[in-house]
């Protein structure tokens, strides 16, 4: 199925723990993939928030490639379906290439179909001209077509 509009939301608020925890993360994993989610109330989809970012490990530890840890995702999925939350976002850094799904990370996009995918990149190229700070975008990835989600 071909998805012709954006499945929404159309921007989404990041909150600025969240954002800094992910930036330290992916600077602390360099040069490997850094990878987490983030904890929210219901789905971005359905409109909920981001509560909390969650570094996980990468059991692929890869330059090029993440793999949230299984001990780390089935003790987070037990979580936060006790806690009645979801993952809101699924996170992860790129080392050298833009924040924008590669055609890997859009083929594993399959299960939570609801969440976010955040990616951070730590290029210089990509870092934004006045401050800085690496490029970090949000999309939701439906159906193998990627819809950028405006991030504050």
């Known amino acids: 199925m071909v998805v012709n509009t954006h499945p929404g939301p159309l921007d989404v608020e990041l909150p600025a723990p969240s954002r800094e925890a992910i930036v330290a993360q992916a600077r602390a994993?360099?040069?490997n993939e850094a990878c987490g989610l983030i904890i929210g109330d219901r789905s971005a989809?359905?409109?909920?928030?981001?509560l909390r970012y969650v570094p996980t490990r990468n059991e692929a530890a890869s330059?090029?490639?993440y793999r949230i840890h299984h001990?780390?995702?089935?003790r987070l999925t037990i979580e936060t379906d006790d806690a009645?939350?979801?993952f809101w976002g699924i996170v992860h850094s790129h080392t050298h290439t833009p924040a924008v799904p590669s055609p890997t990370d859009i083929g594993l996009a399959t299960i939570y179909r609801d969440a976010l995918y955040l990616l951070i990149s730590l290029s210089d190229d990509e870092a934004d001209p006045a401050t800085g700070a690496p490029s970090l975008r949000a999309w939701r990835i439906v159906d193998g077509e990627i819809h950028e989600v405006g991030l504050s």
């Not at 001990?71 to 089935?74: H, I, S, V, Y």
Request: glycine share 16%; hydrophobic share 25%; proline share 11%.
């Open 84 to 86: 009645d939350e979801v």
């Open 45 to 50: 989809a359905d409109g909920g928030v981001g």
């Open 63 to 65: 330059p090029s490639r």
């Open 71 to 74: 001990d780390d995702l089935l």
């Open 29 to 31: 994993e360099y040069p």
